[in-house]
């Protein structure tokens, strides 16, 4: 059956225009003013409403087993949240557990993401090096469908890797057509700043902020952008949350690195002074990793959306309950690290951002859907509203508010990071490949609704870059023989 959104504003990445909007098969068919209604057709209003590509979320951790507990949502409501937030695909991250290998993890996730309501992909985690892992990249990028792999610099002893296993795997990355993305902070230095402060008597949530400054995270940010350079790769940078990482990820851009950088929407509202309150469940619900900066960094990388230097604002959707994050009462370094969010980042980004002149609504599509899908080798299937992408769209009603409160989330847990903050601009409808999942509230997506999406790797940026890397690289200089 087909359907006919009217009377809408279509918004792209690059141009905003008065358009119906025609789906069938679960593709868009047809783009354009006063579109005629195939026989039987639903019709959807959109008058005074923008019709954009739906959000992709590409930094989530659903039913993820770390530090010791597993993260509350799962593939079902993790992607029920983002429906509800207009966000109609995730990209989550499959790590593999200690000793296991990549394939046994892979298989693990998609049955994990079977009940998954809209759709999904994965990144793949490189937690070690050995010739196993070197094989199974190939499987992973060839067969899978996987073109992006993560590295933690971070979690001393859990799932951080030393300079020479990145170096490897950005080597392989290369080879591969495959773009890796790094969490970059000294984990060696968050180690002994951590011991310091709890020998201190620092206990408390704010223990984890005061123990990974922007330092750790602009230095690894560096290194990784310098380690990727000498690899021959590009690189994405997650959850950036300070100057100190933009500054690095604008040299590199202005050195002619491919380095893409993104920042979370927890960051550029919330700030530091959520570890000092009181209340230590408050905090410690604010605690992930890195930490909320201050207004100074937040005014960065506002800036860095706005002049293109940061690419994507994701959520890192890691969201523990209340009795998990009391696993770190007495020693915060055992507080499990994550916040909720996803069903938030759209209206929250819309909100602080449209509504405040800090981005337009096309810069807006770009950051919350068109920059990851086209990072990610996936554009325009997803991330746009053209003839012949995937119906995965948001009727956005502008005027419309809501005040997030935990009472009324999708999310499973308990409370919620941006509880109070009214928005203005939320979503009406959201179409998952043509069907619309939700609609005012009424969630009508099913689990197993959502599929799998392979990306393929050599995106555009690694062409290029093999290119360039293949011109200037070291070459032998060809001199006569010397006869001795
Ligand atoms: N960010 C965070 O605190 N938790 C999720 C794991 C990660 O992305 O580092
Ligand atoms: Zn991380
Ligand atoms: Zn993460």
Known sequence: MSTLIRGGTVVNHDLSQRAD?????????????????????????????????????????????????VSADDFEWGTKAGLSGGTTMIVDFCIPAPGESMLAAYQAWRHKAEKACADYSFHMAVTQWSPQIHDEMETVVKTYGINTFKHFMAYKGALMVNDDELYNSFR???????????????????????ADLLARGVTGPEGHSYSRPPEVEGEAANRAIMIADMAGCPLYIVHVSCEQTHDAIRRAKQAGQRVFGEPL??????DDSEYQNKDWDYAAGRVMSPPFRNKKHQDSLWAGLQSGTLSVVATDHCSFTIEQKRNGVGDFTKI?????????????????????????KEEFVAATSTNIARILNMYPKKGAVRVGSDADLVIWDPKATKTITAKKQVSRIEYNVFEGYTCTGVPRTVFSRGRIAWHEGDMRAKPGDGEFVRREPNAPVNVANAIWKGL????????????P
């Open 21 to 69: 909007v025609l789906i069938d098969g679960g593709r868009i068919v047809a783009v354009g003013e006063k579109l005629e209604a195939p026989a039987g057709a639903e019709i959807v209003d959109a008058g005074g409403c923008y019709v954009m590509p739906g959000g992709i979320d590409p930094h989530t951790h659903m039913e993820l087993m770390f530090m010791g507990k």
């Open 472 to 483: 200037t690289q070291p070459k032998p200089v060809a001199r006569p023989d010397i006869v």
């Open 336 to 360: 499990p690290n994550g916040t909720g969010g996803l069903e938030d980042r759209l209206p929250v980004l819309w909100n602080a951002g449209v509504n405040t002149g800090r981005l337009t």
């Open 172 to 194: 392989r990355c290369a080879q591969l057509g495959a773009l890796p993305l790094v969490h970059a902070e000294n984990g060696d230095v968050v180690a002994r700043m951590q």
């Open 265 to 270: 929407v927890q960051y550029l509202v919330l």
